[in-house]
């Protein structure tokens, strides 16, 4: 780990939207979508705080049929101990079940996005 990356993974902690998606990822993988209604932000600013996460080693993506799904991915040990640490501070100071409170544990615009194509799919079939 050289100082650069170490920097880079600390300044995008430094911000507490970026904080609090990672405490909504570490619950459960969630779509960008998903995000901008739980924090309340518009989608562009919601993919650029996903972003910088992603270019520090924190999050990783995977493209589906119709969303982008991010989940904490942390690219190496020293990641992993700093969000582990962090996200038990955030239990420590119950800010962590007021974040997660905001979510489910299943993602229920997923599954009717997901329902709403399929009886598309079959009108048209």
Known sequence: MDLIRLTKVLKALSDPTRVEIV??????????????????FSQPTISRHLQVLTDAGITSF????????????????FTYKILDTLL???????????????????SRF???SLKTYT???EENA
């Open 62 to 77: 995977e493209r589906s049929k119709f969303f982008i799904i991010y989940k904490l991915s942390p690219k190496d040990e």
């Open 23 to 40: 405490a909504l990822l570490s619950f459960r993988p969630h779509c960008v979508c998903e995000l901008v209604n739980i924090i309340g």
């Open 88 to 106: 038990e501070e955030l239990k420590k100071q119950g800010l962590y079940d007021e974040i997660i409170s905001k979510t489910t544990p299943n």
């Open 119 to 121: 009886l598309k799919e």
């Open 110 to 112: 997923l599954f009717q």
